[in-house]
């Protein structure tokens, strides 16, 4: 895949104002060289025929076009695979994540949300491991282990101890994963 970063954009006010443009019209800019997106737009060699454009935001691609002119960069960088072949940009490409450092677009990052203690040890009950699970936890030889399987209101997925707990009870990371889901929807 191969992948033209064309720079980040911002909105600004054209001074002096185009004559015969309306008051409403938004216009952005790259921020590394002022160009203007509508001029870019309109220089038919800027972009390959058939290529995906996309917006990302945050490094999330979020709208994508092989018709740039249903773009609007503002407030994003804008990217191009230049030997895409699909027939759904949006679906192939929206929600993915660019690594800048690679220049690349891969899966998201999984985010695994904190969740409730109670609702965690629900899940632990509805998988038949509670009581396992406490009994390691209230026997555990590391007293911070004990203190928080009886006091934490809420468990994080990265935090030591249920790592610790997740290990002594051989769960996968995946295994761990698809509680922690679970439990965010208890």
């Known amino acids: 895949m191969h992948i033209i970063n064309h720079g980040t954009w911002s909105r600004y006010t054209p001074s002096p104002y185009p004559k015969d443009i309306p008051a409403n019209v938004l216009f952005c800019s790259r921020d590394s060289d002022g160009k203007d997106w509508y001029e870019l737009v309109r220089e038919k060699q800027t972009f390959a025929d058939g290529s995906a454009k996309m917006t990302v935001y945050d490094n999330i691609v ?7 002119s249903f773009l609007f960069p503002q407030g994003c960088m804008l990217l191009e695979v230049t030997d895409y072949e699909g027939d759904d940009p949006q679906a192939d490409f929206g929600g993915r994540f660019y690594n ?33 699970v406490e009994d390691i936890c209230v026997n555990h030889p590391v007293v911070a282990v004990r203190i928080y399987w009886t006091t934490a209101a809420t468990w994080q997925f990265n ?23 679970r439990a965010a929807l208890k």
């Open 62 to 68: 979020r709208a994508v076009y092989v018709d740039e």
């Open 100 to 132: 800048a450092e690679t220049n690349t677009l891969e899966d998201p990052p999984v985010v695994i949300p904190d969740v409730p203690a109670s609702s965690a040890k629900l899940v632990l009950a509805d998988d038949g491991i509670y009581e396992a």
């Open 159 to 181: 935090n030591p101890y249920v790592q610790a707990i997740g290990a002594e009870m051989n769960l996968s990371a995946a295994q761990m994963v698809d509680m922690f889901r």
